[in-house]
């Protein structure tokens, strides 16, 4: 079974693209960004989900780097239309 949830490979700015269920739901800066996305694209329990499981949630990254590298990633405020977003997010609107 692939996984739900799919974190790409940090960009040169430590930006890293977040897709759920086949649809972009944001640009995180943080473990904590990825969960506010999931909880605003309806996921009750957001801030409890395992980031770590393969079966559900599957992670670029460069060789070497591991998911505890997206905590200390520096943190950038951008503004966009939407929701509001955790401190330092993008949320990404598809067109």
Not at 21 to 46: C, K
Not at 69 to 74: G, I, R, T, Y
Request: hydrophobic residues 40%; aromatic residues 4%.
């Amino acid at each position: 079974m692939a996984a739900k949830l799919i974190i790409h490979s940090p960009d040169q700015q430590g930006r890293r693209r977040v897709r759920y269920d086949g649809v972009a739901i944001g640009v995180a800066h943080r473990p904590a960004d990825v969960r506010a996305f999931l909880a605003a694209a309806g996921m009750e329990n957001a801030e409890d989900v395992d980031l770590t499981d393969p079966d559900f949630a599957e992670w670029g990254r460069p060789r070497g780097v591991g998911t505890a590298s997206l905590a200390c990633l520096p943190v950038q405020v951008e503004t966009s239309r939407g929701p509001p977003h955790p401190a330092g997010a993008e949320r990404v609107i598809p067109r």
